[in-house]
């Protein structure tokens, strides 16, 4: 999404065609940047191949605001021939096609048809609109149901179970987080420190990740030992893999205060505090 950070993005409910979410992407009310508001989606080269060569179909639910300020809402498929880039960073060889939908409050289904190129490694999809003037209090669009299948017609939106949708989401970003305010401490990961100053902590992935993630926190997370309990505020300092897909991640941290070589250690997030987490990032 463009404009920084004064944006809304949120899941709410929505039943049609089996869905029960929608995303909200628009600028918050009072917001005057007018650069372009897109959502982009970027897949994997290895799910584009099926798709070389041949003709496809986007097709989305979506709707806008009442103070909706774009004068239509634009679909893009985008192609390019460089393996798992991403429309932010430029696609080498892109090439896209484009639709505009007019502004409606009810929900609408769009659709758009493209002859996927010979030589594509990598596709991308991508909505937005270029607001204008200052953003009353709904200048948003909501989409939900993106589907992009094989053929020149748009057939109903597949519904998969949720744990497999889950599972699919995870090998991209997996995020540990404490939810309770109640007492005591939510305890993830485990290893030793290697020195004083240094300790590595190997987690477990649920599944394989697409790539050797980008690990990020949110809040203070603590590493805690058997003997002492709670310790110190840890940073993260690196992340060690064995592989592109392995299924473990080795997350090194340097401490605030000293720890003692060889000691077991593991995270930890202390209880009556919510929402800090640990996040593993796999996305392009």
């Known amino acids: 999404m463009g404009q920084g950070t004064n944006l ?6 929505f039943s049609d065609a089996g869905l029960k979410t929608f995303a909200r992407f628009g600028r918050l009310s009072g917001n005057t940047a007018t650069g372009g508001l897109n959502f982009t989606y970027n897949m ?3 799910d584009c191949y099926c798709f070389v060569g041949k003709t ?6 979506y709707r806008t605001g009442a103070n909706f300020s774009g004068t239509s809402l634009g679909g893009r498929i985008y192609t390019g021939t460089g393996p798992d880039e991403a429309v932010r960073n430029g696609l080498t060889g892109s090439t896209f096609v484009v639709a505009t939908y007019n502004p409606n409050t009810s929900w609408q289904r769009g659709s758009l048809t493209y002859t996927i190129g010979t030589n594509i490694n990598q596709i991308c999809l991508s909505f937005g609109y270029t607001p204008v003037g200052t953003a009353g209090a709904a200048d948003h669009f909501d989409i939900t149901g993106v589907q992009l299948e094989l ?3 748009a057939t109903p939106f597949e519904v998969r179970p949720y744990p497999v949708e889950l599972q699919l989401c995870m090998r ?4 540990m987080t404490n939810t309770s305010t109640s007492a005591g401490a939510l305890r993830f990961g485990a290893g030793h420190a290697v020195s ?4 590595n902590i190997r987690i477990q992935h649920l599944v394989q990740l697409r790539a050797i993630p980008t690990v990020s926190t ?6 805690s030992d058997a003997n002492t309990g709670h310790t110190v505020t840890s940073s993260i300092l690196q992340s060690i893999t064995s592989g592109k897909d392995a299924t473990q991640l ?4 340097s401490p605030a205060t000293s720890l003692v070589q060889y000691r077991p250690y593991y995270f930890e997030v202390t209880g009556g505090v919510n929402g800090q987490s640990l996040i593993l990032s796999a996305e392009l």
């Open 172 to 175: 991209y970003t997996y995020v």
């Open 151 to 153: 053929g020149s017609v």
């Open 44 to 46: 994997e080269s290895q």
């Open 218 to 223: 949110t809040g203070s997370l603590f590493l």
């Open 250 to 253: 080795i997350v090194s941290i």
């Open 8 to 13: 809304t993005t949120g899941d709410l409910p």
């Open 196 to 199: 004083s100053t240094d300790a």
């Open 56 to 61: 496809v179909t986007l097709s989305f639910y």
